[in-house]
């Protein structure tokens, strides 16, 4: 069965930088798009950027020209750089595949709560 195994966050002070890294065990990793997706307190999930199984990026525009998402299909692995942070950018954030249909193939692990406050 797949796991789904978040890791990095913390607190930082606004214009901090964090990265992010999720290990999936157990599954054909490569095949599939990937996504991290954040939600803070009171709020829906919200899909923050998503990473093709052929490496095009997609972010959402409140975290573009900030956060950068990759992938390691050798290390089952998929990161989020985040630079620049804000108080906004506060959530737990997790990773999931990414679909159109948005269907997740995957149980959604513990997530990594990020911080971003003085």
């Known amino acids: 069965q797949v796991q789904l195994v978040e890791s990095g966050g913390g607190l930082v002070q606004p214009g901090g930088s964090l990265r992010l890294s999720c290990a999936v065990s157990?599954?054909?990793?490569?095949?599939?798009?990937m996504g991290w997706y954040r939600q803070a307190p009171g709020k829906q999930r919200e899909l923050a950027a998503y990473?093709?199984?052929?490496?095009?990026?997609n972010y959402a525009d409140s975290v573009k020209g900030r956060f950068t998402i990759s992938r390691d299909n050798a290390k089952n692995t998929v990161s989020l750089q985040m630079n620049s942070l804000k108080p906004e950018d506060t959530a737990v954030y997790y990773c999931?595949?990414?679909?159109?249909?948005?269907?997740?193939?995957?149980?959604w692990g513990q997530g990594t709560q990020v911080t971003v406050s003085s």
């Open positions: 999931n595949s990414r679909r159109p249909d948005n269907i997740y193939d995957f149980r």
């Open positions: 157990g599954s054909i990793f490569s095949i599939y798009a």
């Open positions: 990473i093709t199984s052929s490496g095009r990026t």
